[in-house]
């Protein structure tokens, strides 16, 4: 019924809990929501929201191949900000990993992220 999805190309859970979950007999993936971590050193990647949001984007492809998905399956994400200043400059990076029907989508101003990061986002897919 639930089956964990763990890739090494996406950063390790950095608390208690996993990378994603599918479930369903299969057919929903729930990825937890990513940061813009280097998968090889763990460490925070860009300075601005728009080199965070496309390293977030590129953590959660990775999440998703592992769980045989990729973005064309995802049909809901939230985009975390820690300033809506930069809804501008994500939005432009995250709408380069969706070519045609972009899923539903919020976004909200988060007081803080993990690791002080300026993006994170989470995703729903289906297969």
Same mark, same amino acid.
């Given at each position: ?6 890739? +090494? ?9 996993? &990378? /994603? =979950?599918?479930? %369903? !007999? $299969? ?22 929201? +728009? ?9 959660? &492809? /990775? =999440?998703?191949? %592992? !769980? $045989? ?34 899923? /539903?989508?919020?976004?909200? !101003? ?18």
């Amino acid at each position: 019924m639930k089956q964990i999805i763990s890739t +090494e190309t996406a950063p390790a859970a950095i608390g208690p809990y996993s &990378q /994603a =979950v599918k479930v %369903a !007999a $299969g057919t929903t993936i729930y990825c937890s929501g990513q940061i813009a971590l280097d998968p090889r050193s763990g460490e925070l990647v860009g300075t601005t929201a +728009e080199e965070q949001c496309r390293q977030v984007m590129t953590n959660l &492809q /990775a =999440v998703l191949k %592992a !769980a $045989g998905a990729d973005f064309s399956r995802v049909v809901k994400t939230t985009i975390y900000l820690s300033d809506m200043a930069d809804f501008g400059t994500a939005n432009d990076a995250y709408g380069e990993f969706f070519d045609e029907q972009p899923p /539903a989508r919020a976004t909200l !101003a988060a007081k803080e992220l993990p690791r002080g990061a300026l993006v994170e986002i989470d995703a729903v897919a289906v297969v």
